[in-house]
């Protein structure tokens, strides 16, 4: 056969999944890389501001030879290259700096929030939103209230880089390897996050049989001041290693079906004795997107935890909900 026969015969050879994501600043660009490295699908790197996704969109692909994949990136401003997408990471917004929480960023970004919501769901109808923008429990809410997709397609991001962080203190403390670390941070995604040692393990070694309870106490309140503690560091921004890598996590388990236990941002409709929020909670992650909620008994001082942090989460969402923005 001749290369022309060959090509014109099967142009299915690089069919792949397609990816867009929102926002192509730090968390973006970085997602949109690891990503394409691992060839998890096509990948679309959209940005309000010209030039700056075309450039890395570029840029990356100009890596593809040396770290070999063969997923395309393109850059564009256009929604339009967006079009049936399978998946959809917002990363859109603005990033909070040294003294700001991550509630200060609540009108602007719910406002770009929404108006990509709309943007995606006029191009990639049947998509599966993955939202990182903070503050994240609130706007995820606003992803779904504004697209109107059923909850187990639109997700937030928070819990896996929660538990990553904790992990690699715990990991760290004991000099031990990472792999051999899990740990699980629930609630919302904010200074009220709720670390679970109890259900933390090194090598299915519960934790608390390891570090003191004085130690871990520091560790949990590291964990939840951990982006904090980067953005004293940057001064400019926050975070963006571990938070890419946290939602190619999640993305990589829906596009390849892994069925992954993960603590993911979730639509709460009665479990955990809540109702109408979305918070950190263990989920299954597939091709279905969110497929499954976990439900664990809590201790008391867990629930109230948990409690305490739904109301941060509430008190944002009331703010949302008089924005007018759905
Ligand atoms: N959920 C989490 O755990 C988590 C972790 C890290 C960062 N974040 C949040 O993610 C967001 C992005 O962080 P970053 O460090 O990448 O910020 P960044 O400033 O580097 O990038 C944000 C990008 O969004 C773009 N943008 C702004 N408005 C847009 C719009 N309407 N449409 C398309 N693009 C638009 C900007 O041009 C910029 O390129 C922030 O809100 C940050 O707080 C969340
Ligand atoms: O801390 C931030 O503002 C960014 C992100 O939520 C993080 O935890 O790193």
Redesign the pocket.
Known sequence: MRWSDIHAADSSVFTRKKITV???????ATAAFLAATQELANIVL????EG?PQGKALDMRGSSPILRFDSSVTGTNDYADTANSDLVII??????KPGMS?DD?LAI?AG?VA??TRNIVKHSPDCIIL????P?DAMVYTALRVSGFPKHRVI???GV??SARMRSFIADELEVSINNVTAFVLGG?GDTMVPLPRYSTVAGIPVTELISEQRMKEICERTADG?AEVVRYLKT????YA?AA?VVQMAEAIIRDNKRVLPCCAYLEGEYGMNGYYLGVPCKLGAGGLEAIIELDLTEDEQSGLLRSMEAVADLVKVIDELGLY
């Not at 921004?237 to 963006?240: Q, R, T």
């Open positions: 929102v926002g192509a600043g730090n968390v973006g959209i940005d309000v501001v700056i990363t859109a917004g603005i990033a909070r991550r960023l970004n770009i108006d990509v939202v990182v923008t903070n994240l937030g991001m928070a880089l929660d995604h982006g921004g926050s975070a963006f938070p946290s």
